[in-house]
């Protein structure tokens, strides 16, 4: 077998134990590659930062399960604390039924660092089965689909969801979503049906999908990935709004250097292929 | 290094060894691993569906406060069992019906205004896409974008004179497309590659904070 051939049979072990290595390295040693923050983001970095204590809260939905979490549980994090060091008001719910493990676990870290009082500053609605039930029914009447919250409250008794009717008492929906249901339901319904400002934060798999959207207006801003996680992380430290743990920055690195090497293995394949064929 | 005493943390980090051990080859602890997770998804799903849908949403309205509207629901549901007996089997048709009827109804004029009519706007060369030379640039690429590839999945007239280099200039948008996406997926599952090894070197062994 000559050398040509060879790159083009480069066994699968080696290239996972290379790619170990150039993420690895990066999380242990960091580099500090720039971030740079993209439009999308910054736009739903707005739309939040113009929010305050006195406006309508904000519905936070944790579309995903603990596979995505690397993706979109640095957002929740992020959103959260820009959310809480502006006093705006949050509602938390889930359309995955693993959704409320990880929005609880967010709950309990964020509002203790920014000492917010439950049902007062937030609350937790937990999870429905059913989206197009629950999402058409929190259109005419929230408390009609969340009669209680995760905890069993009715949601008459607590000081954020006690006038809280539908969509129009809320400021914002971010869906946190790592497929369906997720964005394109919120989207469907809460947006298109009852024209509710909606910003989005997805897996990167599923970002290209949700650009026409964010181009047409329908979406308010979008965080797409571990990237799209880093950048709104960012956006939160230069705000002041947080001096915590960024994972997401953390990892960027990590990222840059494993696509690098993936990019420079889909190179020297490419030219095994085509050196052998010119032979052949 | 600063390793966790947590045990299930230990338990966690080695769950996770075992299904990397699938890029080896595939082995006893990561089959254990993989059936654990499935069996626990299973459980999770089925325990979280009847506390939080079956119980409140159907049985305590029903049996604990005698709303008796709720028996309608109820024998709606139990039609899709119908299925298991042979002579009854048909009656799955009417919840099925049901769901279809209503669910088109609600889902249609709704993805009418959010595929359609909404994205059909943000193609079309308006006043306001121009308020800048960059955005009015991707405002007409897109339009080209968007009329090239449609002319490449027409297939009633033979691709000949403009509508060839037209539908060609189609696959180039198209192949952008899905280069844009594989590109995507690659990010994607890099990124759950560094959430597991920040897992591993952080919570884990305590070699990154």
């Not at chain 2, 089959?31 to 009847?50: C, D, K, P, R």
């Amino acid at each position: 077998m000559d050398f040509f051939s060879k790159l083009t049979k480069i066994p699968r072990q080696v290239i996972y134990v290379v790619i170990a290595l150039a993420v690895m390295i990066p999380l242990i040693i960091p580099i500090g590659l720039p971030i740079r923050v993209m439009p999308k983001a910054e736009r739903l970095y707005a739309a939040i930062d113009s929010l305050g204590a006195r406006s309508k809260p904000v519905l936070i939905s944790c579309d995903f399960d603990p596979q995505s979490m690397p993706e979109l549980y640095p957002m929740l994090i992020a959103i959260l604390r820009h959310c809480m060091a502006r006093d705006v008001k949050i509602v938390v719910m889930a359309l995955w039924p693993q959704g409320p493990g990880l929005a609880e676990m967010a709950l309990t870290q964020v509002p203790t660092e920014y000492d917010k009082e439950y049902g007062k500053d937030y609350a937790f609605l937990g999870y429905k089965f059913g989206v197009t039930a629950i999402l058409l029914g929190m259109g005419d009447n929230i408390k009609g689909v969340f009669p209680v919250d995760y905890y069993g409250t009715p949601l008459d008794s607590l000081d954020i969801t006690k006038k809280m009717r539908n969509y129009k008492d809320l400021s914002m929906i971010v869906t946190l979503s790592a497929g369906d249901p997720g964005w394109r339901a919120w989207l469907l319904y809460a947006q298109a049906r009852y024209h509710a400002p909606v910003g989005i934060g997805v897996t990167a798999v599923s970002a290209a999908d949700v650009y026409p959207y964010v181009e047409t207006g329908q979406v308010i801003g979008l965080l797409a990935g571990m990237k799209g996680a880093s950048e709104y992380e960012i956006l939160v430290h230069e705000g002041k709004y947080s001096e915590g743990k960024r994972t997401a920055v953390q990892g960027m690195d990590a990222q840059s250097l494993g696509h690098l090497i993936i990019m420079v293995f889909i190179i020297i394949g490419n030219i095994g292929y085509f050196a052998t064929r010119r032979k052949k | 290094m600063n390793p966790s005493t947590d045990p299930l943390v230990w338990l966690s980090a080695l769950l996770t060894l075992f299904i990397f051990s699938f890029l080896f080859r595939d082995n006893i602890l990561y089959q254990f691993a993989e059936h654990l997770f499935v069996g626990i998804s299973a459980g999770y799903l089925i325990a979280i569906t009847w506390h939080n849908q079956m119980l409140p949403n159907l049985f305590e309205p029903l049996f604990l406060q005698g709303n008796l509207l709720y028996i309608v629901p109820l024998l709606f549901g139990l039609c899709y069992f119908a299925r298991f007996i042979p002579k009854i089997g048909y009656l799955v048709r009417l919840p099925i019906a049901f769901m279809l009827g209503w669910g088109s109804g609600a889902i249609i004029p709704a993805i009418f205004q959010r595929d359609i009519l909404r994205q059909t706007q943000g193609t079309l060369l308006v006043r306001d896409a121009f308020t800048s030379w960059d955005t009015g640039l991707w405002t007409v690429i897109i339009l080209i974008g968007v009329l090239s590839v449609l002319i490449y999945f027409f297939f009633s007239k033979e691709r000949k004179g403009i509508l060839k280099p037209t539908a060609n200039l189609g696959i180039i948008f198209l192949m952008l497309g899905f280069g844009a996406s594989f590109g995507y997926t690659v990010m994607s599952r890099i990124s759950l590659l560094i959430g597991r090894f920040q897992f591993l070197l952080g919570d884990w062994l305590g070699i990154i904070r």
